[in-house]
Protein backbone atom coordinates (compact mmCIF):
# COMPACT_ATOMS: atom_id res chain seq x y z
CA UNK A 1 0.00 0.00 0.00
CA UNK A 2 1.09 3.14 -1.11
CA UNK A 3 0.71 6.18 0.92
CA UNK A 4 2.84 8.83 -0.65
CA UNK A 5 -0.52 9.57 -2.56
CA UNK A 6 -3.25 9.44 0.24
CA UNK A 7 -4.90 12.72 0.96
CA UNK A 8 -7.94 11.37 3.07
CA UNK A 9 -7.99 12.31 6.55
CA UNK A 10 -8.21 8.66 8.78
CA UNK A 11 -8.38 9.97 11.90
CA UNK A 12 -11.30 12.11 11.54
CA UNK A 13 -13.00 9.05 9.14
CA UNK A 14 -12.69 7.09 12.08
CA UNK A 15 -13.89 9.76 14.23
CA UNK A 16 -10.94 9.58 16.93
CA UNK A 17 -7.97 11.85 17.56
CA UNK A 18 -4.30 11.02 16.15
CA UNK A 19 -3.26 9.91 19.66
CA UNK A 20 -5.80 7.40 19.83
CA UNK A 21 -4.54 4.09 21.22
CA UNK A 22 -5.38 0.93 19.28
CA UNK A 23 -8.35 -0.01 21.51
CA UNK A 24 -10.17 3.35 20.71
CA UNK A 25 -9.75 3.00 16.93
CA UNK A 26 -11.06 -0.36 16.76
CA UNK A 27 -13.92 0.48 19.47
CA UNK A 28 -14.72 3.57 16.86
CA UNK A 29 -14.36 1.50 13.48
CA UNK A 30 -16.91 -0.88 14.99
CA UNK A 31 -19.57 1.47 15.41
CA UNK A 32 -18.97 3.07 12.12
CA UNK A 33 -19.07 -0.11 10.30
CA UNK A 34 -22.45 -1.10 11.71
CA UNK A 35 -24.20 2.44 10.74
CA UNK A 36 -21.85 2.31 7.22
CA UNK A 37 -22.23 -1.42 6.27
CA UNK A 38 -24.10 -1.73 2.93
CA UNK A 39 -26.53 -4.63 3.92
CA UNK A 40 -28.06 -1.96 6.37
CA UNK A 41 -27.28 1.38 4.60
CA UNK A 42 -29.40 1.49 1.10
CA UNK A 43 -27.77 4.58 0.03
CA UNK A 44 -26.22 4.71 -3.39
CA UNK A 45 -22.32 5.87 -1.99
CA UNK A 46 -22.71 3.51 1.04
CA UNK A 47 -20.17 0.67 -0.01
CA UNK A 48 -17.32 3.60 -1.01
CA UNK A 49 -18.22 5.06 2.26
CA UNK A 50 -17.77 1.78 3.62
CA UNK A 51 -14.60 0.42 1.55
CA UNK A 52 -12.88 3.82 2.83
CA UNK A 53 -13.53 3.16 6.36
CA UNK A 54 -12.16 -0.12 5.97
CA UNK A 55 -8.87 1.77 4.22
CA UNK A 56 -8.50 3.88 6.71
CA UNK A 57 -8.94 1.04 9.61
CA UNK A 58 -6.55 -1.28 8.00
CA UNK A 59 -3.99 1.65 7.89
CA UNK A 60 -4.08 3.12 11.69
CA UNK A 61 -4.29 -0.19 12.96
CA UNK A 62 -1.22 -1.56 11.83
CA UNK A 63 1.71 0.13 13.26
CA UNK A 64 3.90 0.38 10.25
CA UNK A 65 1.36 1.59 7.75
CA UNK A 66 0.04 3.75 10.74
CA UNK A 67 3.67 5.32 11.63
CA UNK A 68 4.21 5.96 7.82
CA UNK A 69 1.25 7.48 7.54
CA UNK A 70 1.76 10.01 10.52
CA UNK A 71 4.55 11.57 8.72
CA UNK A 72 2.95 12.42 5.72
CA UNK A 73 -0.41 13.61 7.59
CA UNK A 74 0.15 16.86 8.27
CA UNK A 75 0.27 17.54 4.41
CA UNK A 76 -2.96 15.47 3.89
CA UNK A 77 -6.16 18.75 3.41
CA UNK A 78 -7.49 19.03 6.47
CA UNK A 79 -11.36 20.46 6.38
CA UNK A 80 -12.45 23.98 7.44
CA UNK A 81 -15.84 25.63 8.03
CA UNK A 82 -15.44 28.40 5.25
CA UNK A 83 -17.57 31.81 6.44
CA UNK A 84 -20.28 31.64 3.68
CA UNK A 85 -21.13 28.37 5.71
CA UNK A 86 -23.41 30.83 8.13
CA UNK A 87 -25.33 32.30 5.20
CA UNK A 88 -25.76 28.70 3.73
CA UNK A 89 -29.61 27.32 3.24
CA UNK A 90 -28.37 23.97 4.43
CA UNK A 91 -27.11 24.73 7.50
CA UNK A 92 -30.51 26.23 8.26
CA UNK A 93 -32.95 23.65 7.33
CA UNK A 94 -30.19 21.14 9.89
CA UNK A 95 -30.85 23.54 12.71
CA UNK A 96 -34.87 23.46 12.21
CA UNK A 97 -34.19 19.61 11.48
CA UNK A 98 -32.96 19.67 14.83
CA UNK A 99 -35.57 21.57 16.44
CA UNK A 100 -38.22 18.71 15.57
CA UNK A 101 -39.65 17.30 18.60
CA UNK A 102 -40.57 14.36 16.54
CA UNK A 103 -37.38 13.30 14.88
CA UNK A 104 -35.53 13.68 18.18
CA UNK A 105 -38.04 11.16 19.54
CA UNK A 106 -37.71 8.52 16.88
CA UNK A 107 -33.91 9.14 16.29
CA UNK A 108 -30.76 8.61 19.13
CA UNK A 109 -28.92 11.33 20.13
CA UNK A 110 -25.69 11.09 17.94
CA UNK A 111 -28.14 10.71 14.67
CA UNK A 112 -29.76 13.29 15.07
CA UNK A 113 -27.08 15.62 14.35
CA UNK A 114 -26.07 13.68 11.59
CA UNK A 115 -29.09 15.44 9.39
CA UNK A 116 -28.75 14.79 5.77
CA UNK A 117 -29.18 18.38 4.96
CA UNK A 118 -32.29 18.90 3.01
CA UNK A 119 -33.36 15.14 3.63
CA UNK A 120 -33.71 15.64 6.97
CA UNK A 121 -36.56 18.21 7.18
CA UNK A 122 -38.57 17.01 4.62
CA UNK A 123 -41.59 14.81 5.17
CA UNK A 124 -40.85 11.65 4.48
CA UNK A 125 -37.98 11.73 6.62
CA UNK A 126 -40.25 12.33 9.68
CA UNK A 127 -42.57 9.74 7.99
CA UNK A 128 -40.17 7.20 8.53
CA UNK A 129 -37.72 8.03 11.25
CA UNK A 130 -36.93 4.43 11.90
CA UNK A 131 -34.71 4.08 8.53
CA UNK A 132 -32.62 7.57 9.28
CA UNK A 133 -30.25 5.36 11.37
CA UNK A 134 -29.59 3.20 8.39
CA UNK A 135 -29.36 5.82 5.88
CA UNK A 136 -27.49 8.19 7.11
CA UNK A 137 -23.78 8.48 6.65
CA UNK A 138 -21.27 9.87 9.22
CA UNK A 139 -19.97 13.56 9.16
CA UNK A 140 -16.84 12.04 8.24
CA UNK A 141 -17.60 9.80 5.76
CA UNK A 142 -19.74 12.21 3.61
CA UNK A 143 -16.36 14.33 3.84
CA UNK A 144 -14.49 11.97 2.63
CA UNK A 145 -16.85 11.61 -0.12
CA UNK A 146 -16.95 14.98 -0.87
CA UNK A 147 -12.89 15.62 -0.06
CA UNK A 148 -12.88 12.68 -2.99
CA UNK A 149 -15.33 14.41 -5.63
CA UNK A 150 -13.24 17.36 -5.23
CA UNK A 151 -10.09 15.67 -6.31
CA UNK A 152 -11.54 13.86 -9.18
CA UNK A 153 -12.93 17.20 -10.84
CA UNK A 154 -9.53 19.32 -9.84
CA UNK A 155 -8.41 16.46 -11.78
CA UNK A 156 -10.42 16.86 -14.46
CA UNK A 157 -10.62 20.46 -14.62
CA UNK A 158 -6.52 20.71 -14.99
CA UNK A 159 -6.91 18.13 -17.95
CA UNK A 160 -9.29 20.03 -19.86
CA UNK A 161 -7.46 23.05 -18.88
CA UNK A 162 -4.26 22.44 -20.58
CA UNK A 163 -6.12 21.33 -23.60
CA UNK A 164 -7.54 24.31 -23.93
CA UNK A 165 -4.19 26.04 -22.94
CA UNK A 166 -2.79 24.44 -25.83
CA UNK A 167 -5.54 25.54 -28.31
CA UNK A 168 -5.60 28.67 -27.59
CA UNK A 169 -1.58 29.13 -27.59
CA UNK A 170 -1.59 27.52 -31.30
CA UNK A 171 -4.30 30.19 -32.35
CA UNK A 172 -2.22 32.60 -31.26
CA UNK A 173 0.79 31.60 -33.13
CA UNK A 174 -1.16 30.97 -36.16
CA UNK A 175 -2.88 34.52 -36.17
CA UNK A 176 0.59 36.08 -35.84
CA UNK A 177 1.80 34.10 -38.45
CA UNK A 178 -0.45 34.97 -41.05
CA UNK A 179 -1.25 38.41 -39.60
CA UNK A 180 2.66 38.92 -40.82
CA UNK A 181 2.18 36.75 -44.79
CA UNK A 182 -0.80 39.07 -45.05
CA UNK A 183 1.11 41.67 -44.38
CA UNK A 184 4.48 40.41 -46.83
CA UNK A 185 1.88 40.48 -49.03
CA UNK A 186 0.51 43.56 -49.10
CA UNK A 187 3.93 45.21 -49.06
CA UNK A 188 4.83 43.29 -52.05
CA UNK A 189 1.49 44.56 -53.62
CA UNK A 190 2.49 48.60 -52.36
CA UNK A 191 6.03 47.91 -54.14
CA UNK A 192 4.21 46.43 -57.55
CA UNK A 193 1.90 49.89 -57.47
CA UNK A 194 4.42 52.32 -57.23
CA UNK A 195 7.00 50.83 -59.67
CA UNK A 196 4.42 50.27 -62.13
CA UNK A 197 3.57 54.30 -61.75
CA UNK A 198 7.19 55.05 -62.08
CA UNK A 199 7.43 53.21 -65.46
CA UNK A 200 4.20 55.19 -66.50
CA UNK A 201 6.04 58.62 -65.85
CA UNK A 202 9.45 58.60 -66.72
CA UNK A 203 9.31 54.82 -68.95
CA UNK A 204 11.56 54.89 -71.92
CA UNK A 205 9.64 55.82 -75.47
CA UNK A 206 12.05 54.53 -77.82
CA UNK A 207 10.17 53.62 -80.91
CA UNK A 208 10.83 50.64 -82.97
CA UNK A 209 10.75 50.51 -86.64
CA UNK A 210 6.90 49.34 -86.64
CA UNK A 211 6.14 52.09 -84.60
CA UNK A 212 5.70 50.44 -81.38
CA UNK A 213 7.66 51.10 -78.43
CA UNK A 214 10.48 48.71 -77.32
CA UNK A 215 9.21 48.66 -74.20
CA UNK A 216 5.71 46.94 -74.90
CA UNK A 217 7.17 44.30 -77.76
CA UNK A 218 10.17 43.02 -75.31
CA UNK A 219 7.87 43.14 -71.93
CA UNK A 220 4.70 41.63 -73.07
CA UNK A 221 5.21 38.21 -71.98
CA UNK A 222 6.79 39.56 -68.97
CA UNK A 223 3.68 41.98 -68.27
CA UNK A 224 1.72 38.91 -68.50
CA UNK A 225 3.61 36.98 -65.73
CA UNK A 226 3.27 39.78 -63.54
CA UNK A 227 -0.52 39.99 -63.75
CA UNK A 228 -0.90 36.48 -63.24
CA UNK A 229 1.74 36.92 -60.04
CA UNK A 230 -0.29 39.91 -59.23
CA UNK A 231 -3.64 37.93 -59.61
CA UNK A 232 -2.02 34.85 -57.39
CA UNK A 233 -0.97 37.00 -54.55
CA UNK A 234 -4.47 38.24 -54.03
CA UNK A 235 -6.30 34.93 -53.89
CA UNK A 236 -3.44 34.15 -51.19
CA UNK A 237 -3.60 37.52 -49.47
CA UNK A 238 -8.09 36.94 -49.08
CA UNK A 239 -7.64 33.09 -48.43
CA UNK A 240 -5.33 34.54 -45.41
CA UNK A 241 -7.42 37.12 -44.08
CA UNK A 242 -10.43 34.42 -44.36
CA UNK A 243 -8.50 32.06 -42.14
CA UNK A 244 -7.12 35.03 -39.62
CA UNK A 245 -10.63 35.81 -39.02
CA UNK A 246 -11.60 32.12 -38.64
CA UNK A 247 -8.98 31.83 -36.53
CA UNK A 248 -9.81 34.82 -34.00
CA UNK A 249 -13.76 33.60 -34.43
CA UNK A 250 -12.19 30.54 -32.78
CA UNK A 251 -9.67 31.80 -30.32
CA UNK A 252 -12.65 34.04 -28.67
CA UNK A 253 -15.21 31.04 -28.36
CA UNK A 254 -12.23 28.88 -26.42
CA UNK A 255 -11.58 31.80 -24.12
CA UNK A 256 -15.76 32.08 -23.83
CA UNK A 257 -15.70 28.13 -23.32
CA UNK A 258 -12.83 27.73 -20.50
CA UNK A 259 -14.29 30.73 -18.79
CA UNK A 260 -17.37 28.67 -18.59
CA UNK A 261 -16.21 25.89 -17.51
CA UNK A 262 -13.68 27.60 -14.82
CA UNK A 263 -16.92 29.40 -13.49
CA UNK A 264 -18.67 25.84 -13.32
CA UNK A 265 -15.64 24.51 -11.95
CA UNK A 266 -15.53 27.14 -8.91
CA UNK A 267 -19.36 27.04 -8.25
CA UNK A 268 -19.40 23.32 -7.71
CA UNK A 269 -16.34 23.41 -5.61
CA UNK A 270 -17.68 26.39 -3.29
CA UNK A 271 -20.90 23.88 -3.01
CA UNK A 272 -18.85 21.04 -2.01
CA UNK A 273 -16.94 23.51 0.22
CA UNK A 274 -20.20 24.87 1.89
CA UNK A 275 -21.65 21.18 2.62
CA UNK A 276 -18.18 19.89 3.92
CA UNK A 277 -18.23 23.08 6.07
CA UNK A 278 -21.75 22.36 7.47
CA UNK A 279 -20.39 18.79 8.28
CA UNK A 280 -17.26 19.69 10.26
CA UNK A 281 -19.61 22.11 12.08
CA UNK A 282 -21.59 18.90 12.80
CA UNK A 283 -19.04 16.61 13.33
CA UNK A 284 -16.73 19.31 15.65
CA UNK A 285 -20.19 20.00 17.89
CA UNK A 286 -20.58 15.97 18.40
CA UNK A 287 -17.20 16.15 19.20
CA UNK A 288 -17.19 18.36 22.19
CA UNK A 289 -20.63 16.87 23.43
CA UNK A 290 -18.88 13.20 23.47
CA UNK A 291 -15.95 15.02 25.22
CA UNK A 292 -18.31 16.55 27.51
CA UNK A 293 -20.44 13.60 28.04
CA UNK A 294 -17.24 11.67 28.80
CA UNK A 295 -15.70 14.27 30.97
CA UNK A 296 -18.99 14.09 32.93
CA UNK A 297 -19.12 10.16 33.31
CA UNK A 298 -15.40 10.22 34.58
CA UNK A 299 -16.71 12.80 37.25
CA UNK A 300 -19.67 11.07 38.26
CA UNK A 301 -17.28 8.00 38.59
CA UNK A 302 -15.02 10.13 40.08
CA UNK A 303 -17.40 11.28 42.81
CA UNK A 304 -18.88 7.42 43.36
CA UNK A 305 -14.73 6.42 43.95
CA UNK A 306 -14.66 9.56 46.28
CA UNK A 307 -17.99 9.04 48.19
CA UNK A 308 -16.91 5.39 48.54
CA UNK A 309 -13.37 6.46 49.74
CA UNK A 310 -15.37 8.76 52.21
CA UNK A 311 -17.86 5.78 53.74
CA UNK A 312 -14.40 3.76 53.85
CA UNK A 313 -12.44 6.57 55.72
CA UNK A 314 -15.47 7.14 58.25
CA UNK A 315 -15.71 3.25 58.95
CA UNK A 316 -12.13 3.01 59.51
CA UNK A 317 -12.28 6.43 61.84
CA UNK A 318 -15.03 5.28 63.57
CA UNK A 319 -13.64 1.82 64.24
CA UNK A 320 -10.40 3.48 65.31
CA UNK A 321 -12.14 5.70 67.44
CA UNK A 322 -13.53 2.77 69.10
CA UNK A 323 -10.57 0.96 69.63
CA UNK A 324 -8.88 3.65 71.27
CA UNK A 325 -12.06 4.41 73.50
CA UNK A 326 -11.73 0.65 74.18
CA UNK A 327 -7.62 1.23 74.81
CA UNK A 328 -8.60 3.95 77.59
CA UNK A 329 -11.15 1.52 79.03
CA UNK A 330 -9.32 -1.23 79.68
CA UNK A 331 -6.59 0.69 80.78
CA UNK A 332 -8.52 2.82 83.02
CA UNK A 333 -10.17 -0.03 84.92
CA UNK A 334 -7.02 -1.41 86.86
CA UNK A 335 -6.06 2.42 87.90
CA UNK A 336 -9.33 2.60 89.35
CA UNK A 337 -8.82 -0.75 91.11
CA UNK A 338 -5.68 0.66 92.53
CA UNK A 339 -6.78 4.05 93.29
CA UNK A 340 -9.51 2.53 95.57
CA UNK A 341 -6.89 -0.28 97.19
CA UNK A 342 -4.80 2.62 98.33
CA UNK A 343 -7.41 4.85 99.60
CA UNK A 344 -8.79 1.78 101.90
Given at each position: ???????????????????????????????????????????????????????????????????????IYPSVPKVRAP???????????????????????????????????????????????????????????????????????????????????????????????????????????????????????????????????????????????????????????????????????????LERLIKDAEKK????????????????????????????????????????????????????????????????????????????????
Amino acid sequence: MSLVSVTDDYYMILEVVQTATLDQITKSYKQQALKLHPDKNPRHDATEAFQLLGKAYETLRDGDKRQAYDLIYPSVPKVRAPPEVKQNPLAKQNHQAKQNPQAKQNTPAKQTSQTQYSEASSPQAEQRPHTRKSEALSETAQIAILQKSKQEREVEWQALKNSYDSSILELHKEIQWLQQEIKTLDNIEAFETRKKARESNWGTWIVSSKGKKVEDVDNEDEKEHKENERQKRGIERDWKKMRLELARTLLKELERLIKDAEKKHDAEDLEDDLKMGVLYKIWSREAEERQEREKMERGRKGGKMQEKERVELEGTSKIWKQEQEKQKKEVGEPLGKEEKENKK
